[in-house]
Each structure stands twice: as structure tokens, then as C-alpha cells.
């Protein structure tokens, strides 16, 4: 019988991943997909002890990094450079979902920023950074987090989340639009629901919108960060590479679903 270590493509040996909020969730994951892959990876968040662990558990190294500071990030970006001498793959995934923001009718202009800055100006700057070292390259990918939010509506708004995400998709379509023929590649990962620290710690102080949420997913269950890891994956990848400028949806369904099964 087969393991899994031992179903994992080798498609990334020798390239180097950059990735925001490696400490948890999605990006924990991804950090541990792409370095099976071949990968360098190179650990980006706030949080030192969780992205240290990171880094350790990976063979990779960690930049403490507020994705929100201009210079932070190109410090990442140059760290990885310096260190591995590429820059081939930005996973610019760090993001936050606080319980401040919800719908417009409650949610103040500070809760409104604070979001629009890490979900949405964190992904400018990544781009920002990571986009001369590939250029010169003549090759990379970037993937940048956006969300299933971003092509539907919910009643259970977050509405700074929601717009944040759909900045996220129109910034990358363009950008993918404007730098292919230089080789570089950008998509929006656009998750459904995730079984993540996040996801669970907005669900635990409201279970009634965790459950709305549940039963449109036509899988009946939210993904776990592995299903996204793999995604990422595959988008770092050669065998994605005429997929560009494109809303990457992994929901389980719910952007396809009128009525799901019973």
C-alpha cells in the first residue's frame, strides 16, 4: 500500500515558494505540499513562533513579516532571492476574517480598513515585490487568495472580507493579463470554505452562520487545507501553465449549486 509521501509529484525540485501566513491554515499546509514537491520554501508571517515551526517542520526559512509594511515585504522577497537565487513561485495568501467585520450596516470605518489593508494591500505589495525578481526570470507564478466570495453573494455578509476578495480576483486578472508574455503567470485561488483555525474560530462565537453556510455546499462538508494545498500546487506548477488571469475556484461546488443535495 502506498502512502501519500509517496503520491506527491516532485514538480517544483529546485524552485523557490514564498509564502504570507505560513504559520496556520492554508498557508501551514501549502508550506508542507510545495517543500514535498522540491521546493525551497521561504515562511512569511507575524506570528514568529508559529512561522519558525513552520520554516522547521519544512527545511525552509522563516521572515517575520507585516505584510501590511511596504519594506517588510520586499525584505521578504529579497530574503528569499538572496537566499535560494529565485523567486519562482508568491503565494500571497496571508488574510484576516475578524468578527468587527459583518454587514455593512454595522461594520465601522476602522474594522473596514484594517481588513482591506491585509487582504487586499498585502497582496498589492507581494505583487509588487515578487513581480521584478520574475520578470527578470523570465518566469513565476503567482498566486494570490481570493475567495469563492468573490463571484457569489451571502446574506451572512462580511462585507469588508467580501469586497477585499473581489479586489483580489480583478487585481490579479489584470495582472496575469499584463505580464504573461514576459512569463510570468497570476491567478486568484478562489477556496470554498475551509476547515481552518480561522474559519473555526468565526464559527464557534456563531454556529447558525456555520450552518447556513454548510448547507450549500453540495459536498456537505468544508474543505480541509490539504484540498487547497494541492491547488496551490498545482498552480506553482508547469502543469498549470495555460492556466493565467483566472478566478481558480475549489468550493466543493457551492458556485455551481441552485439547490444541493438533500
Known amino acids: 500500500m502506498t502512502t501519500d509521501t509517496e503520491n506527491i509529484c516532485r514538480r517544483l525540485v529546485g524552485r523557490t515558494a514564498v509564502i504570507t501566513g505560513a504559520g ?41 513579516v507585516d505584510v501590511t509594511d511596504p519594506e517588510q515585504v520586499e525584505a521578504l522577497f529579497k530574503a528569499a532571492h538572496d537566499t535560494y537565487g529565485s523567486v519562482d513561485i508568491a503565494f500571497n495568501n496571508a488574510g484576516i476574517s475578524p468578527p468587527d467585520d459583518d454587514s ?24 509588487k515585490a515578487a513581480l521584478p525578481y520574475m520578470r527578470r526570470q523570465r518566469r513565476g507564478s503567482i498566486i494570490n487568495t481570493a475567495s469563492f466570495v468573490a463571484r457569489m453573494g451571502a446574506a451572512t455578509s462580511q462585507i469588508s472580507y467580501t469586497a477585499s476578495k473581489g479586489g483580489v480576483l480583478a487585481m490579479s486578472r489584470e495582472l496575469g493579463v499584463q505580464f504573461a508574455r514576459e512569463g510570468v503567470r497570476v491567478n486568484a485561488l478562489c477556496p470554498g470554505p475551509v476547515n481552518t483555525p480561522l474559519l473555526q474560530e468565526l464559527f464557534a462565537k456563531d454556529p447558525e452562520r456555520a450552518a447556513r453556510r454548510l448547507v450549500h455546499i453540495p459536498l456537505g462538508r468544508f474543505a480541509e487545507a490539504t484540498e487547497i494545498a494541492a491547488a496551490v500546487a498545482f498552480l506553482a506548477s508547469d502543469d498549470s501553465s495555460f492556466v493565467n488571469a483566472t478566478d481558480f475556484l475549489v468550493d466543493g461546488g457551492i458556485s455551481g449549486a441552485y439547490v444541493t443535495p438533500a
Open 24 to 64: 496556520s491554515g492554508i498557508g501551514l499546509a501549502t508550506a508542507h505540499r510545495l517543500a514535498s514537491e522540491g521546493a525551497h520554501v521561504v515562511c512569511g508571517d507575524i506570528d514568529e513562533t508559529a512561522g519558525k515551526a513552520a520554516a522547521e517542520a519544512v527545511g525552509g526559512t522563516f521572515v517575520r
Open 104 to 127: 455593512i450596516l454595522t461594520t465601522g470605518l476602522e474594522a473596514w480598513k484594517r481588513v482591506q489593508d491585509v487582504n487586499l494591500t498585502s497582496v498589492y505589495l507581494c505583487c
